[in-house]
T-cell receptor
Framework: DQQVKQNSPSLSVQEGRISILNCDYT??????FLWYKKYPAEGPTFLIS?????DKNEDGRFTVFLNKSAKHLSLHIVPSQPGDSAVYFC????????????FGQGTTLQVKP | DADVTQTPRNRITKTGKRIMLECSQT?????MYWYRQDPGLGLRLIYY???????NKGEISDGYSVSRQAQAKFSLSLESAIPNQTALYFC????????????FGSGTRLTVV
């Protein structure tokens, strides 16, 4: 049972345009959401997060939007750069889960120059 | 030195062999985790430990065991390796106040033939 789903395995975007990565979840108990970025031969690194009390969090070129009623979050990258090409994982947790993260399948983003 | 170090980086082993993957961290965190990454399945939790005396099974612990030798060290063992344990394995650490942000190691690519 996949509680966190990233239904798009891959996404290709032109440099300078917006990249939108999507994530859906099924567990209404989740109250904290994170995005991780992973380059080949490296471990995932934390990118941005959002608490369920917010619907938007912004950090530079990266913005995460949360729609609790739809159990959906998205990561927007504007403008996209070739260095953003990586695998992006959505993750979720809840306070009763004592810090364990549940990850999605990942989406591979390719930003073309 | 990296915050989270995994050894070995790559390993090929035969079916039925016992193998240990090691992880050490310099973050001073109490919490450590082992995940495996498979194509199309994302990162799945194998085992986690919230302190030296606290070991817990994750969602896919069958066929694996762990040892928390010290706050900084958390090893994962495959008692009798099988081909479907071929995967990329990640160790991660977190503290109790980082809003669930993990620091990952660079991974161990394990192939069971």
């Amino acid at each position: 049972d996949q509680q966190v789903k990233q239904n798009s395995p891959s996404l290709s975007v032109q440099e300078g345009r917006i990249s939108i990565l999507n994530c859906d979840y099924t567990n209404s108990m989740f109250d904290y959401f994170l995005w991780y970025k992973k380059y080949p031969a490296e471990g995932p690194t934390f990118l941005i997060s959002i608490s369920s009390i917010k619907d938007k969090n912004e950090d530079g070129r990266f913005t995460v939007f949360l729609n609790k009623s739809a159990k959906h979050l998205s990561l927007h990258i504007v403008p996209s750069q070739p260095g953003d090409s990586a695998v992006y994982f959505c993750a979720a947790s809840w306070s009763g889960n004592t810090g364990k993260l549940i990850f999605g399948q990942g989406t591979t983003l390719q930003v073309k120059p | 030195d990296a915050d989270v170090t995994q050894t070995p980086r790559n390993r090929i082993t035969k079916t039925g062999k016992r193998i240990m993957l090691e992880c050490s961290q310099t973050k001073g965190h109490d919490r450590m985790y082992w995940y495996r990454q498979d194509p199309g399945l994302g990162l799945r939790l194998i085992y986690y430990s919230f302190d030296v005396k606290d070991i817990n099974k994750g969602e896919i612990s069958d066929g694996y065991s762990v040892s928390r030798q010290a706050q900084a060290k958390f090893s994962l063992s495959l008692e009798s390796a099988i081909p479907n344990q071929t995967a990329l394995y990640f160790c991660a650490t977190s503290d109790t106040t980082s809003n669930y942000g993990y620091t990952f190691g660079s991974g161990t690519r394990l192939t069971v033939v």
